[in-house]
């Protein structure tokens, strides 16, 4: 192996792990957003179903305080959470937040590939330290957009990445590819294209 190559190699290693990680973070913050965003609907639907549906009215006497006091709250929290559900839409941060992580991913695919043409000196480490350039340029340029996350969110991906361990397939290459296929049956092949 040589020095080109063994440093390709690590980079391209630490690369994948940085973006997987990235990916990891902001796909588990898209997925927050949407449960926000649904249990905001479900609490903004049944408090405006109760101030208008009369409920409140049929569980007290018509003249009372009580009555006038909870439909006054109730209203105020309706008118509240539309004025919020404007200012902060986490459908539209859900749906950033779930492209930023698939060019995250997107990256990390391409990064992988690189990792096999070195691993396996398949391509010229001169074209695989190029094509790395590029995608630590998009890296930047992704990174730049991206929102912040909260700490709680960070070790949320955290646990799911240690537990669910993401990036081991090992055990499922035989439920998703043909037995013939697991293993290289040729030793060398001559390469044009290097």
């Not at 937040?97 to 391409?110: G, Q, S, Y």
């Amino acid at each position: 192996m040589s020095k080109k190559q063994d440093k390709l190699h690590e980079e391209l290693k630490n690369f994948i792990v940085n973006v997987g990680w990235t990916h990891k973070i902001h796909i588990v913050r898209s997925d927050e957003y949407s449960h926000y965003s649904f249990a905001f609907k479900v609490v903004r639907v049944a408090v405006a179903g109760l101030t208008s549906s009369g409920l409140v009215g049929i569980l007290f006497n018509q003249e009372s305080f009580i009555l006038k006091l909870i439909t006054a709250i109730l209203s105020f929290i309706t008118f509240a959470m539309n004025g919020l559900d404007k200012a902060v839409d986490f459908d539209k941060l859900s749906l950033k937040e779930k492209t930023d992580a698939n060019n995250f991913w997107e990256l990390r695919i391409e990064a992988e590939s690189l990792l096999h043409d070195t691993a396996f000196n398949t391509k010229n480490m001169d074209k695989i330290e190029k094509q790395l350039e590029e995608l630590k340029k998009l890296r930047k340029q992704y990174n730049d957009g991206l929102l912040n996350v909260p700490n709680r969110t960070v070790n949320k991906a955290c646990k799911m990445i240690n537990e669910r361990k993401d990036n081991d397939y090992s055990s499922d290459y035989t439920k998703f590819i043909a037995p013939e296929l697991l293993e290289l049956k040729v030793e060398d092949i001559a390469d044009d294209t290097k």
